[in-house]
């Protein structure tokens, strides 16, 4: 009997622990769901507040917007809210809606919300064309509707921003429109902008960029006439595309010119000219430029070394390169996966296995795997140093035998 109760009362006491385990799941299981639907509230949701007959006020507006993740639903939901007559235009409102129109691709849809926005005389800031100057650019790859867009920024009673202007600027030498970057540049009056450095920089680039260096130096004579001064980076820009010509010579004259002119040099104009004399095989005299940076108050970056080691490895001048590579590391710089690769190589054509093993563990180190060429490279330099180690063996056997 007691048996029996035993087993009565612990089939009962198991069977409330599955019903409670049973209920808490359920519990667990409809907050888990009313979490979920209070975080992920349908667009009807969203849009049924739009003919709620209560005030809403701008943030409200906002938020309904934020939510809505149909992009189909956008201007449909705008009109409504437009329609409405607590309805206040804001920039907040009309950024919202470019932008996710902008994820959406749907990029035709931007023009008639700025002729919207232009009838509600609607208060928008550069910040604004700014962004949407470059939805259109970078985005939507239409630099026309770019141009345009600047160009018709005083409708809006905005006034462009020489932020804003070299932006369009610097869109156009980015993809080659060297022509066009001049009607840009000219229409600077029109549009009430005051030429800085930058733009003349940004113009210089494109030059250089279009293989007309003359024209480009003429331009650096020009900033002066308008008040301006070059800076490291004009000269940095011209110093780049003559050695990029092989005219490193030149680009050293242009230095000086710049030090006469009291403009001061810095890491990534030094990186240019290592990198020129390198490429020209002049890599001892690339080595000595990078001891005399420290001289005028620049430091070598990894950029400076990595010009050397590339050098060095062209040069078959393998152990100066493993030699830099230990002094970046040394300095907290890591050489790149290439520089590694190559210096293996090179080594490896040299059969210096040392050095092969003392690279490739310091490549590991740095957390680069090699890969499968040059794992050959090593297994079959590895093999020659083991045929010449056997075939000098056998020589020993035979010389030996010869005495005996």
């Not at 018709?152 to 905005?158: A, D, N, Q, S």
């Not at 070598?300 to 230990?326: C, H, R, T, W």
């Not at 590694?340 to 563990?361: P, Q, R, T």
């Amino acid at each position: 009997m007691a048996a029996y109760k035993k087993l009565v009362f612990g089939s009962f006491s198991d069977l409330n622990r599955v019903i409670l385990r049973t209920i808490h799941i359920s519990k667990c299981s409809a907050s888990t769901l009313s979490r979920f639907n209070s975080t992920r509230e349908n667009d009807g949701f969203w849009l049924r507040r739009l003919d709620h007959k209560d005030w809403l006020a701008p943030n409200e507006v906002l938020k309904i917007f934020m939510h809505l993740r149909d992009p189909q639903l956008i201007i449909g939901a705008f009109d409504k809210a437009s329609a409405r007559i607590d309805y206040k235009p804001s920039e907040a409102l009309y950024s919202l809606l470019i932008d996710k129109l902008a994820r959406a691709k749907k990029f035709d849809a931007i023009e008639p919300l700025l002729e919207k926005a232009k009838q509600e005389k609607c208060r928008l800031s550069d910040d604004f064309f700014h962004q949407v100057i470059k939805i259109y650019g970078h985005v939507a790859a239409n630099l026309e509707q770019a141009i345009r867009t600047l160009q018709r920024m005083p409708e809006f009673h905005c006034w462009p921003t020489i932020k804003t202007f070299n932006c369009v600027l610097n869109m156009l030498v980015n993809n080659k429109q060297f022509d066009t970057v001049h009607e840009v540049f000219l229409s600077a009056p029109k549009l009430g902008i005051a030429l800085d450095t930058c733009c003349f920089n940004i113009l210089i680039k494109g030059l250089c960029n279009w293989n007309k260096l003359d024209a480009a130096f003429l331009l650096l004579d020009e900033i002066s006439k308008h008040k301006r001064r070059p800076n490291v980076t004009t000269y940095s820009t011209l110093m780049h595309s003559l050695c990029k010509h092989g005219r490193v010579d030149e680009a050293f004259e242009l230095c000086d010119r710049m030090e006469r002119e009291k403009c001061y040099p810095d890491t990534v104009m030094f990186n240019v000219l290592i990198s020129g004399l390198c490429k020209q095989r002049r890599v001892r005299e690339g080595i000595e430029l990078l001891k005399g940076m420290k001289l005028k108050g620049c430091y070598p970056n990894s950029g400076s070394y990595q010009a050397l080691v590339y050098g060095l490895v062209e040069s078959k001048m393998f152990a100066e390169a493993k030699d830099i590579m230990f002094v970046m590391v040394s300095e907290g710089f890591c050489p790149s996966f290439l520089s590694y690769k190559l210096a293996i190589e090179g080594f490896c054509s040299e059969k210096l296995l040392e050095d092969v093993d003392m690279v490739l563990k310091q490549m590991v180190m740095q957390g680069f795997v090699p890969r499968m060429g040059t794992w050959k490279k090593v297994v079959q330099c590895l093999f020659h140093e083991m045929e010449c180690s056997y075939s000098l063996s056998s020589h020993i056997d035979e010389l030996i035998v010869s005495l005996d």
